[in-house]
């Protein structure tokens, strides 16, 4: 059946030294790289998590700013339209007195036109007037002329 020597033994202590010296050279540097590398991995986890918690903070204080800056920029049209609408109607209103004054000026131009113009005819109706009633009465021509002239004089 079995038979027991030192065969066994040997190989056993082979075995062993085998496995002592594997992971002297082969095992140990390998467990040490991976060790090395798991530290590196878990620092660059670290830093991207760092990273990332900044950008989000930033992210959110960029919002912030810019939620800010909308309701200024809002701000700042409404107040402009304000502005213009009240530049508006100042505008309006100014040059409303001004057609206003123009108008006034233009009718009292038209008046005086109109009394200058009554005034000539009323001159020219007198006239003709004197005229029609001296041809009326018969006078000659050369009696129209002088009583035309000598009745104004």
Do not use: C, W, Y
Request: charged share 25%; no cysteine; glycine share 8%.
């Amino acid at each position: 059946m079995l038979d027991i020597n030192l065969t066994l033994p040997i190989v056993l202590l082979m075995f062993l030294v085998f496995a002592v010296l594997m992971n002297i050279v082969f095992f140990g540097p390998v467990v040490r790289v991976l060790d090395a590398r798991r530290e590196l991995i878990d620092g660059r986890k670290f830093r991207a998590q760092e990273a990332v918690s900044r950008a989000q903070a930033l992210e959110v204080q960029l919002e912030a700013g810019l939620a800010s800056a909308k309701h200024r920029a809002s701000a700042t049209l409404v107040e402009a339209l304000k502005s213009a609408e009240a530049q508006r109607q100042a505008l309006v209103a100014e040059t409303g007195l001004q057609v206003s004054a123009e108008v006034e000026e233009a009718l009292r131009g038209i008046g005086a036109e109109k009394e200058r113009l009554l005034a000539g005819l009323q001159d020219e109706v007198s006239a003709l007037s004197d005229e029609i009633r001296l041809k009326a009465l018969g006078a000659s021509p050369a009696l129209v002329g002088a009583g035309v002239s000598g009745g104004r004089e």
